[in-house]
Structures are given as C-alpha cells and as structure tokens.
C-alpha cells in the first residue's frame, strides 16, 4: 500500500482541547507529515479565529475535521486506538514509545485497519474512562522532571514518527492480509454482553463489577480480536446467557 493511502487511514483525535490555537497547530503538524484526517471531540472552543490563524497553509485539514461529542463516537470504526499520554505508567494499557507506536499504526493501516492517535486536554489530559477505550497508550519519553509537551508539539513527534516510518517502509514489509479486525463498536457489543454474563452467571458474588470487568477489558482489547472472533465469543456469551436463565426457570418454577 502507498504511503497516501496508509495515511488515508490514520487520524489525529483532538480530545476536549480548551486552546483554539493547539487545534490549528495540530492541523498544520499534521499536514507537514502527510496526515490529513483530524477529528474533534468536544472542543471547548470551536470554530475560532485562533485555530484558522495557527493552521496557516493547513486551513484545509482543519475545515475537513469532523466533530464528535464523545472519544467512543470519533473512534467507533477503528481497529487500532492509540491513547497518547504525557504521564508514563500511571495507566494499567501496554505502553509504547512514538517510534514503536508509529511501527504499530503502519501495520494496522497496511493490514486494512482504521486507526486512532488520541490525544488529551491541555491541562488534564485523557481520563481515565478514555484511556479505557484505548488498545495501548504511548508516552514519549521526554525530560522526566517535565514531561509534558504543548499538545501541537506531541502531534508533531507523532506525525512525524509517522512520516518517518512510511518513508523507511521497504514494500516486502507489508504485513500478510488477515481477516477484518473487530471495530471499536465490535468490541463495546462485545463488553456490554461480557458485563450482563457475568451478571447472570452471578460471578461477582457480592463483589464491585468494575474491576473484572477492567481487567477482562484489557485482556481482550490486549489479544487483538477480530470481527470473526468476536461473534465465536458472543455465541459463547448467548448460550451461557440462555443456560443461566434455564438455570434460573429451574430454581425458580
Ligand atoms: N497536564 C496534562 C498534560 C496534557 S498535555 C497531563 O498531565 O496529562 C496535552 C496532551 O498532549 C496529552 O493529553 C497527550 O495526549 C499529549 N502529550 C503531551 N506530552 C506527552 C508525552 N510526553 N507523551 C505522549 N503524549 C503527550
């Protein structure tokens, strides 16, 4: 696959960013590199003055931006989604750094995959519950007493990490095609059943959902599902649902 079209698949997500001014910046880092899908999550302010002044030649990036209320909408239809943060270690996803993280999305793209660069607000940047949506997280490992860059400034380092790895991608380096990797929206259905079996299997006995579901969630996010495999494991999911209700029509005549 070419180089535009492994871009074609590759988009920055901007996540509440509160400057309008970053989310011009970004456009431009990104146009410089070659990326031209950029898609905004709840920005705080948005159009504005500030971003088309920063954008400078890369006005077209941003008018092309597609607006999303939430992280989970703007990355509904990715295979791969990378959460960018400036705190290391702090989140329980794999971590990986730009050069490796840039390696990962080529692969995904090249194999057929939609993939996401997630990145937070300016001065909280992803929460928690936005981490959670992510496959794995990457930090660049700058100064560890300051280790947090302008938002633009780590689109920057990823875009180009980007730019680098197609530029150095020898053709005989495409991956094999495999079967289509489960969306997000593939693996959100997947949870949401995950969740109401385990419930009617009573597994939690008494105990808080969240966090086998924290774990369980990592794990499969972890094994990089596909489409295929989702719908053999939802079967499973079905049944053990139909047996905990006969089960139950049993107890209860
Ligand atoms: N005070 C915030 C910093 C946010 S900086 C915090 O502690 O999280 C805004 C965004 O830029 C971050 O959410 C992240 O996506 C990106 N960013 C900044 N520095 C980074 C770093 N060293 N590695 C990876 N992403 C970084």
């Not at 940047?125 to 660049?140: F, K, M, P, S, T």
């Not at 633009?152 to 991956?175: D, I, K």
């Not at 579901?213 to 499973?236: H, I, N, P, Q, T």
Request: neutral net charge; proline residues 6%.
């Amino acid at each position: 696959m070419d180089e535009p079209s492994l871009a074609a698949r590759i988009r920055v997500v901007l996540v509440g960013t509160q400057h309008p001014g970053n989310i011009g910046s970004a456009a431009r880092a990104m146009k410089t590199m070659g990326l031209s899908r950029l898609a905004l999550v709840a920005p705080e302010r948005y159009p504005h003055a500030d971003a088309d002044a920063l954008a400078a030649g890369a006005g077209d990036v941003l008018a092309a931006a597609t607006l999303h209320a939430d992280l989970a909408a703007a990355v509904a239809d990715c295979t791969l989604v990378l959460g960018c943060t400036a705190r290391s270690r702090r989140v329980p996803l794999p971590e990986h750094g730009p050069r490796e993280a840039a390696a990962m999305a080529l692969d995904e793209a090249a194999g057929g995959g939609e993939v996401a660069l997630v990145f937070g607000r300016e001065r909280t940047g992803l929460e928690n519950d936005e981490l959670q949506l992510c496959h794995a997280a990457v930090h660049i490992p700058a100064n560890p007493d300051y280790s947090s860059l302008n938002l633009a400034a780590a689109v920057q380092v990823l875009a180009w990490e980007l730019r680098s790895a197609m530029l150095g991608r020898a053709p005989a380096a495409q991956v094999e095609p495999r079967d289509p990797p489960a969306s997000h929206a593939q693996l959100e259905g997947l949870f949401a059943q995950l969740a109401e079996t385990l419930d009617a299997i009573d597994f939690h006995k008494g105990r808080a959902p969240e966090s086998a579901m924290r774990k369980l969630r990592r794990l499969f996010l972890r094994s990089r599902l596909d489409a295929r495999e989702v719908r053999l494991l939802r079967g499973v999911l079905a049944d053990a649902q139909r047996m905990a209700r006969l089960a139950g029509g049993g107890e209860h005549p």
